[in-house]
């Protein structure tokens, strides 16, 4: 808990400290850099600074980087953790994580590159039996470069 929280004012954001709270992945799998707005169980809009420093584009493409499509689905994915934790009021360190179960309806339509910021909105769909499902989208200056519905599942992990 935040010092807004702690003060009883509504928190509308997330910072990076307080993302690596809410998500296991480290560097360089960690695709959410801010957390620019959610609603508890309803809404999560997340940002993804594209920098040219990106491991994955010494090898996709050297001559056009291009951030991997694969890439932006798990950003995606990773905002819904976000709100999954967020909504639940869990962290992983309380012994569980949100594993993705599950793609449908994947689609790019624009590709990412060096210097883009990508805005991630997720929507919270249903929960039916432990298994989450979410819509996502990905923009970069208003424009859709990807969405997919998501699945996420509740795991409990042992040490």
Known sequence: MNNKE???TEVSGMDIHEILKHLP???PFLLIDRVIDYKVGDYLIAIKNVTFNEPFFTGHF???PVMPGVLLLEAMAQATGVLAFRTT???PEDGS???LVGIDK???K???EPGDQVRIEVKFVRNMRNIWF???EARVDGDLAASADIMCASKEVTA
Do not use: E
């Open 6 to 8: 702690k003060a009883g």
């Open 25 to 27: 992945h480290r560097y």
């Open 62 to 64: 050297p001559v056009q």
């Open 89 to 91: 009021n869990s962290q």
């Open 97 to 99: 994580l949100y594993l």
């Open 106 to 108: 994947a689609r790019f």
């Open 110 to 112: 624009r590709p990412v």
């Open 134 to 136: 979410f819509s996502a």
